[in-house]
């Protein structure tokens, strides 16, 4: 009976979940013993039964109203019931019955009065206080013109003893509202803040297992863009890699205000190319105003610093947002996007001003504030069929925030708007790894380790890497990661942070164990699809060498490559240097190595069709590969099958990389039987293996041979190009494109003055001016050079 009276009353209080209801319980339970001690008063200081029986109808009264609440869910009807029922037709009665205001009632009318301020809400609260208050008035004023209407008290004792009574219980009365009131105020804001925290935390589990399958969507995709021919399939998958990276950003912009909710959004600062990110942004939406037909304008300062240092991932988050909004409402005109130094602060920091304006649609008045709230849009019905979630504004602004700075707006209706920010900065410094990061680049003796637990993340760091002719390993597990660490010197390791059992950060600190055994230290970078910056920060301290995001951008991937490989081992490509096969010899090429199984176009894909670079792979087989078949013949001899695996593994990868399909083909069946430790099969298939390695052998230097008569033709000598350039043209054209502004191609042109011009010390210069955007110097000192 005890337990089930106590669940009642459990369930009746604590339980309730609704913050209105909860506090006409409590308030009624208040009114309660209030009447009770008017109860007691009444017989301790009057004696007097009607006061007795006003009071215990008074709680009778609270506790019907409790039940009614409880029952209907009607908290209002509740409140109305006992603002009318009870402060002001019961308190009434009490104050005429007990001496009017030489009485205790007019203390419980303030008790009934807070009540009013606390229980209602908006206009009825004004109302229901207003009339409570002049009702009180208008009794007060009553009793005071008919005095024959109020029961006074029978002695001086008993008047005092009530007034002290009303005193101590009010004022106890209604601190115990206040403290009941700001319990359960501080339990539901308790509850609002744990679901909010659970909503984010759910948002960012949600966010981060759709990144994985956007990966590997992503990273096939971008392989079908590289190596296929075929003009409808790469339009296909050009609307695949489009529709996929608007996908990405909008789960980031939800993993961004999940993360930012949670307070995990923290500053990360490093060296960064102004300029650099400056052209990226103009370069994508120049193109995306273009397809619009808007004038897309760069406005930079000429004193701003060519390097800074600063987060330069949030300040180009906002400057995307601001941007992307730009495009979307603006359907003719002008978009502008100025930075801007504004000198130094007191701590001797560059102030940089960002700022977007357009000449689109322009945002009302009254909605400027509501924009940077989330989900929220401005003029929703004029602008219901432009696309977006409502997260940008509020997720920059809050970004800016955390820089110390805060996004502002002016905007007329129908005229557009201007966006601009404040971000003190620090001057950064260059180096070599920004000013030489452009093209790919080879490595086809490097080894490297790429560690995740799911085999379509391999694939797709496999098909990434592909062009890099890097040998690349892979392992599914932490334990087979150290198992192959264990018989290889690896150049770099990819590890994958979420791994089951044993997780990035476990197995890189096993590995560096191991690298301390062998004396030796190999880099190791960690991928990710945790994109917060706290993460990043954790992965440094614990030993990581670099991080990478997935999904894995192939740019990133191949400029971490570089930074972290030796550089022994890395060959450079630039882009602009692609040496092509003319078309009118291709088809005997192809031939030619088409009799020793080798498939020149296979290779050619792998390496954006360079022929040099093809030339240069072959010498690189034609000199390794002997030894490493030559090890092959020892590994089986001694029984080594292990060993003997590893070997074939990388003859794979080099056929691969040379289109030698069928030693390609043959090698994967070999290392398989090697690794079964197949004996029979391995003894009896060797020969023919060798047999088609010697094919190739020969097909590449057949090819070598014939295309040492062809390579001064397609890769001229620099006296030779002096000969066929007119270097006063070369100048000219240089001189109009920095006059009109045209980056690329002015820095093209500076590549071909290199092979004509002596004085490499002031084409340098230019040419550090193209880059810095700069173009005004860059035409003085041009013009000086011509005169």
């Known amino acids: 009976m005890f337990k089930g009276l106590k669940d009642g009353i459990v369930n009746f209080y604590i339980k309730e979940k609704e913050l209105d209801i909860s506090m006409i319980k409590l308030l009624g339970t208040a009114g309660i013993m209030i009447s009770l001690v008017g109860a007691v008063q009444a017989i301790f200081t009057s004696f007097d039964s009607k006061g007795l029986l006003i009071n215990i109808l008074a709680a009778l009264a609270s506790l019907g109203l409790m039940i009614f609440v409880h029952a209907t869910r009607k908290y209002l009807a509740g409140y109305l019931i006992t603002s009318i029922g009870i402060f002001m037709i019961l308190f009434t009665w009490l104050f005429l019955e007990t001496g009017g205001m030489g009485g205790s009632i007019p203390y419980f009318f303030a008790f009934g009065m807070i009540f009013t301020l606390l229980m209602y809400k908006g206009k009825l609260m004004y109302i229901m206080e207003t009339i409570q208050t002049l009702f009180y008035v208008g009794v007060c004023v009553f009793s005071y013109f008919f005095p024959e209407y109020v029961k006074p008290f029978e002695t001086p004792g008993k008047q005092f003893g009530d007034q002290l009574a009303g005193i101590l219980f009010s004022a106890i009365g209604i601190g115990f509202i206040f403290l009941l009131y700001i319990r359960t105020y501080r339990k539901q804001q308790k509850l609002a803040e744990d679901s909010s925290q659970a909503k984010s935390i759910l948002l960012a589990n949600i966010s981060h297992e759709i990144r994985t399958p956007i990966n590997m969507l992503l990273g096939m995709n971008e392989m079908i863009l590289r190596e296929s021919e075929n003009t409808q399939i790469n339009e296909y998958a050009q609307n695949i890699d489009n529709a996929g990276h608007q996908l990405l950003f909008m789960v980031n912009q939800f993993l961004d205000l999940a993360r930012i909710d949670m307070g995990k959004e923290e500053l ?51 400057l995307s947002n601001l941007l992307t909004n730009a495009v979307k409402y603006t359907s003719k005109g002008t978009i502008v996007l100025s930075v ?25 008045a009254k909605e400027q504030e509501k924009i940077f709230e989330s989900f929220e849009r401005a003029d929703i019905i004029r602008n219901r069929s432009i696309e977006g979630t409502g997260l940008g504004l509020a997720i920059s602004n809050k970004l800016a925030n955390i820089m110390g700075s805060k996004i502002q707006v002016k905007s007329q209706y129908g005229v557009g708007s201007e966006f601009w920010f ?35 993340n391999l694939m797709v760091v496999k098909s990434l890497l592909k062009r890099t002719m890097v040998n690349l390993d892979t392992a599914e597990s932490a334990l087979a990661c150290y198992e192959k660490y264990e018989k290889s010197n690896y150049d770099l390791v990819l590890m994958d942070y979420m791994m089951p059992e044993i997780d990035g950060i476990e197995a890189m600190e096993h590995l560096r164990e191991m690298d301390k055994a062998r004396n030796r230290t190999t880099p190791i970078i960690v991928l990710t699809a945790d994109a917060t910056p706290d993460k990043k920060e954790l992965f ?20 971490a490559l570089i930074k972290h490989l030796p550089e022994r081992l890395v060959t450079r490509v630039k882009n602009e240097s692609v040496t092509l096969l003319p078309e009118d010899v291709k088809g005997d090429y192809t031939d030619l190595l088409k009799k020793y199984d080798i498939s020149l176009e296979m290779a050619l894909k792998h390496l954006s069709g360079d022929v040099l670079q093809f030339s240069r792979i072959s010498e690189y087989f034609i000199k390794n590969t002997p030894g490493t078949i030559e090890k092959i013949r020892k590994n089986i001899e001694e029984g080594d099958y292990e060993n003997a695996a590893i070997n074939i593994h990388a003859i794979k990868g080099n056929a691969g990389n040379v289109g030698g399909e069928d030693l390609y083909y043959s090698a994967r069946r070999l290392e398989k039987r090697a690794k079964d430790k197949d004996e029979k099969y391995v003894v009896s298939a060797l020969p023919l293996f060798v047999m088609k390695w010697e094919r190739v052998d020969e097909g ?88």
């Not at 801007?340 to 009302?364: A, C, L, M, W």
């Not at 620090?426 to 790429?450: V, W």
């Not at 002031?762 to 050079?785: P, Q």
């Open 268 to 318: 990360f600062e490093e060296n960064f190319n102004s300029f650099k990110m400056i052209r990226s942004l103009g370069d994508f939406f120049g193109k995306e105003a273009d397809r619009k037909s808007i004038e897309f304008v760069m406005d930079i300062d000429k004193k701003l610093p060519a390097f800074l240092y600063g987060d330069i991932q949030k300040i180009s988050q906002i």
């Open 340 to 364: 801007q130094n504004r000198g130094k602060d007191e701590n001797g920091y560059n102030v940089i001003h960002f700022e977007v304006s357009d000449t689109g649609n322009g945002i009302p």
């Open 540 to 559: 440094f301290a614990k030993g990581f060498d670099d991080y990478l995001l997935k999904p894995t951008d192939t740019n990133l991937l191949e400029k």
């Open 700 to 787: 590449l230097k057949e090819f070598l041979k014939e295309f040492e008569k062809l390579k001064p033709k397609i890769v001229p000598e620099k006296k030779e190009v002096k000969k066929i350039l007119d270097e006063h043209t070369t100048w000219e054209n240089l001189l109009s494109a920095v006059q009109l502004g045209n980056q690329s191609p002015a820095l093209k042109l500076t590549d071909e003055l290199a092979l004509m011009y002596k004085d490499k010390e002031t084409l340098e210069k230019i040419r550090g001016f193209i880059k810095n955007i700069e173009f005004d110097k860059a035409e003085e000192l041009i013009k000086e050079v011509k005169v």
């Open 422 to 456: 404040d971000v003190p900065l620090k001057t950064g410094k260059e180096s070599e790894f920004f000013a030489n990061s452009d093209g790919f680049f080879i490595a086809p003796e490097a080894k490297i380790l790429a560690v995740d637990d799911n085999n379509m």
